[in-house]
């Protein structure tokens, strides 16, 4: 067993787990997060996409004990209170979604790109985004959703990330 101690979404959180946990069962089962989903067992899909210390990584692949002493943002931590992430809403505007289970990931993994990347082309996009999968849309809103949320991100001038208001919350 280990002790892990990460911030999420701008909370304190600690617990002691099982040294093989997976971050993604951190935050699902510990936590009780459940907006980071889990698509696949073969690391490809990238349903469970989050981001650590601002770099997203698909959370199937880093253990809870990895991430001890850093910060993970979910999708629980995107919006600012009852206002979207630009991202977030560029996704509901351009109905860049389906059944939305890879919706999460894509949001999360589309914000990492725009920060790293600014306003985003086509081009990027596609690229950006190809280790993130979607049975649903054929993608062609999800590519007009990001290009339009990384505009939108640029436009903001805010942080990418919003902080996210509240006392430390632990888990154990
Ligand atoms: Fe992590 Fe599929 S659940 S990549
Ligand atoms: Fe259904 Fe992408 S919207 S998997």
Redesign the pocket.
Known sequence: MVDVAIDVNGRATWATVEARTLLVHYLREVLGLTGTNIGCDTSSCGACTVLLDGESVKSCTVLAAQADGHAVTTIEGLAAGDELHPMQAAFREHHG???????PG?VMAAVSLATERGELSEEAVREGLEGNL????GYQNIVAAVIAGSAAMQGAGGPAVAPVDGAGAGAG
Do not use: I, P
Not at 134 to 137: E, G, N
């Open positions: 979604l389906q059944c939305g289970y890879c919706t894509m979607c049975r649903c849309t």
